[in-house]
Structure formats: C-alpha cells, structure tokens
C-alpha cells in the first residue's frame, strides 16, 4: 500500500522556524513530482510547493517564496519543508502528496499524507 | 479567495443525485488544464476521486462521475449513500498564477 506520513509540525512564533519531513512507503518517490498541500482553518486547500524528480527545479507559490524551501532525499524516501520567517497566516495543516501528469502536463495528486498541524502563534 | 469557484454545500436524499459545480477562468479551467476532485475527510489524507476531468481511480464507486465544458467542471454523485458525506474539492492548474489551484470546498450531506 502506498503511503504518506508527515511529521515536524508543532507550536512555533511568529518569526520561528519548523522542518516538515515526509515518509513515503510502498512506492519510490524518485520517479515523481513531489508536493507540500496546506489547509488553513476554516479554509480550503492550498499548494505550497512542489519539486522535480531529481531535487532540482522547486517551485512555490508567491506567499511563501523566499522564506520556505522544498528538498528531498530519494535514496531515504523523504520529503521535507523547511519553514522560516513564520506567520500568523502560515498556521495549517500541511500535506503532502504525490504528483501525478494528466495529459504530460499539470496533474493531480495521490495519494496523500494525513498532514502534520503547524501554529504559528505568540 | 479561490481562484476555483465552489458551492458551500449540496445536499440530497439517500439514492438522490447531487451535483457540484467548480467555476474558473481562461487561466485554469478554460485553458484546457485537467479538473481532479477530491473528498475530505476531518483526520484523514484526502481521497482522490475524479481525476482528468472525467476519470475515476480503481476503488472509487461508479456512482461517481464528472464533466468539464468552457472555464467549468462538475462532480455528480448518483444513487448518493450516507458514506458520501463530506467536503469536496476541485483542483487545476492556473498558468498566470504559475500554480496549482483549489476550490473552497463543497460540503456533502446526506439528509
């Protein structure tokens, strides 16, 4: 079974710093397109990041640009979120998930993590 | 604001019909990108449950179906069962945006 499961999430301030890291089982994140999916409270979801098979080329949406990086490890099937500058904002539940092309281009994701809880708080 | 546009909740009778409705622009939808829905459940990883607009993963009910037309797409769930409860989301890509969208959610009951 494939799977996903998240952790590094917690209680940090404003202006702290957090590393999510990711665990996939049943499948080799090397041959994907990998992803970070946040859920604010009360909101829907939003893409955060994302990253190429081979670590290069991250991507990130335009909020967290500059304050957030994306990285991976395939030889240990791990993804990770290093979080800085933190925000009020930034509190979610942080997913991730595997990508998948529709069509060689943008796609979809699955399967996905259950997520790990960020608060950014004073 | 979502650069999707979803109803805040559907709800229907056991063995009714639901539909949901995504709403987008020129950018996403329109622009010929892949519509993929997913159920959310509270605690748990997100389900995906259409994907490519029409197509749905091993597993997933044949009750379960959707289209796209123009900066539109929806999700219609036939012959609804109380374990359809839930919240529902579109998702696409915007290319002005440079990223992957959502829509807010549509909340499924069953009454």
Not at chain 1, 3 to 12: I, T
Not at chain 1, 73 to 78: A, C, G, K, T, Y
Request: proline share 5%; hydrophobic share 35%; net charge neutral.
């Amino acid at each position: 079974e494939m799977q996903l499961v998240e952790s590094g999430g917690g209680l940090v301030q404003p202006g702290g710093s957090l590393r999510l890291s990711c665990r996939a089982s049943g499948f080799s994140i090397s041959a994907d397109w990998m992803s970070w999916v946040r859920q604010a409270p009360g909101k829907g979801l939003e893409w955060v990041a994302n990253i190429k098979k081979d670590g290069t080329e991250p991507y990130y949406v335009e909020s967290v640009r500059g304050r957030f990086t994306i990285s991976r490890d395939n030889s240990r099937n791990l993804l990770f979120l290093q979080m800085n500058s933190l925000r009020a904002e930034d509190t979610a539940v942080y997913h991730c998930a595997r990508e998948h092309d529709f069509e060689a281009a943008f796609g979809y994701f699955d399967p996905w993590g259950r997520g790990t809880e960020v608060t950014v708080s004073s | 604001q979502s650069a999707l546009t979803q109803p805040p909740s559907v709800s229907g009778a056991p063995g009714q019909r639901v539909t949901i409705s995504c709403t987008g622009r020129g950018t996403n939808i329109g622009a010929g990108y892949g519509v993929h829905w997913y159920q959310l459940l509270p605690g748990t990883a997100p389900k995906l449950v259409l994907y490519g607009n029409t197509n749905r993963p091993s597993g997933v009910p044949e009750r379960f179906s959707g289209s796209k037309s123009g900066t539109s797409a929806s999700l219609a769930i036939s012959g609804l069962q109380a374990e359809d409860e839930g919240v529902y989301s579109c998702q696409s890509y915007d290319s002005t945006l440079s990223a992957y969208v959502f829509g807010a959610g549509t909340t499924v009951s069953v009454l």
